[in-house]
């Protein structure tokens, strides 16, 4: 007996989640029956059992006569995009290949990829004008076309400007199996409330098929207002106020610092606060020395038999906030970011 066979296919390049399968014949060259027995696959792939000469389903074992020949089938659905190679291995009684591994390989490329997907910028002005952009690639057959793009958490929208434009062939040549995509453009616009900006940005693509391209722009917007005080981290732009015990409750003192030409129109008035039982009151404002600079201090208190909260600022516990309606012209809200639990 003696086996013929071709061991190995490359199924190329191949979209995310989509499934390629390919057919191994085992063929008889032999003058005594063949016994082919299924062994181990690779965890990720599928194997079929063997099919006889006439197309039946022949089980996990099977004894192909001489001249006869069998079929067995891997399939692979794209995943985890890269490169990958899936294996399927079967033991047969001739002494010269008693055992053959079959394998598929190829290259996995997603339906889109966004380079960055999280856009970054430093020192916002609060006039605006900060720019970001990033690179949505494709790689169906078809060139993609933006059916919708629009800021995913709503609340000062206008903040944004939000554009896109097709990108040109030798901005994705280098991509690996990117056929397309496009470009897009966002810019922080004046009257962005100072402190960290989180937005969530949706694009709409058609492919032909529909899909959903998801990136995020963060942001620290600084102007004319700055804070200082006791728990102000200002590398992190949060308030540390940490776990406080609900028995003895707290008190802080924050400062907002105002300088500039619009100094003297600054009134803050707390329009929010997160968590509820927490407190904050503004204090009457007063020049630093000579320096043209205006200071405000902030009572912030969490009083005692406070109910229990996180908002130590995690995905699971988001931080607390202090919003502030400030009066100045081209900062008119301040976001403080608030890191505090409230325990028992």
Known sequence: ????????????????????????????????????????????????????TEGGDAGGEVFVPPGGNTVLRLMWRGKNGGPFRQHATVFTNDPRRPEIEFAVEGFVVPVWKAEPKAMVLTGVSSQGGAKATSMILTYGPEQPTVESVSVADPENPQILSLATRPLEPNEYRGERGATGGVMLEVEVLPGAPLGPLHKTIHVDLRLPEQARAELTLDATVAGDLALAGPGWDSSLQVLKLGTVSSRTGLHSQLFITAKGPHRETVRPVVREVVPSSMTVEVGEGAAVGKSGVMRFPLTISIPPGSQAVNHLGSSQAP???????TGHPESPSMTIPVSVAIGQ
Not at 319 to 325: N, Y
């Open 1 to 52: 007996w003696s086996s013929d066979v071709c061991s190995s296919d490359l199924f190329g390049t191949m979209p995310e989640g989509s499934e390629r399968r390919h057919a191994f014949v085992i063929r008889n060259v032999g003058q005594a029956p063949l016994k082919i027995t299924r062994g181990a696959t690779s965890c990720s792939c599928t194997v079929s059992d063997f099919e006889d």
């Open 319 to 325: 931080a607390g906030r202090i919003v502030l309606d």
